[in-house]
């Protein structure tokens, strides 16, 4: 396999690529609006919401804790989770400045 390259990039344009990898899946978005929309932190509801087997919540999840944009506590055999706000926000701040540079002078 080749390389990336991830070195000639700076850090905000490597920060933000990650972030993007990580939301391009469509269960990891549902996933997000499902947990953002609840009042408390969720459990097994996931599964049953979203319509995918165990394993592959549990992988979309363990995508998500990977930017810290999801936290998860342990309750006896349980992990429930909720949105980290911090990175929520972290994250926000970077896609708008991402989004707030752009200049549109197309054709």
């Given at each position: 396999m080749g390389l990336t390259k991830t070195q000639i990039f700076d850090e905000?344009?490597?920060?933000?690529?990650?972030?993007?990898k990580v939301?391009?899946?469509p269960a990891?978005?549902?996933?997000?609006?499902?947990?953002?929309?609840?009042?408390?932190?969720i459990c097994n509801d996931i599964v049953e919401e979203i319509g995918l087997a165990q394993p592959t919540i549990s992988q979309h999840l363990k995508e998500l804790k990977s930017?810290?944009?999801?936290?998860g506590e342990i309750e006896g055999k349980k992990v429930c989770y909720c949105i980290n706000l911090n990175k929520?926000?972290?994250?926000q701040?970077?896609?708008?400045?991402f989004f707030d540079?752009?200049?549109?002078?197309?054709c």
């Open positions: 905000r344009q490597n920060e933000l690529a990650i972030i993007f939301l391009a899946h990891r978005i549902a996933i997000l609006q499902y947990i953002s929309s609840q009042k408390a932190c930017i810290d944009l999801i936290i929520w926000k972290e994250i701040t970077l896609l708008n400045s540079k752009t200049k549109f002078n197309c």
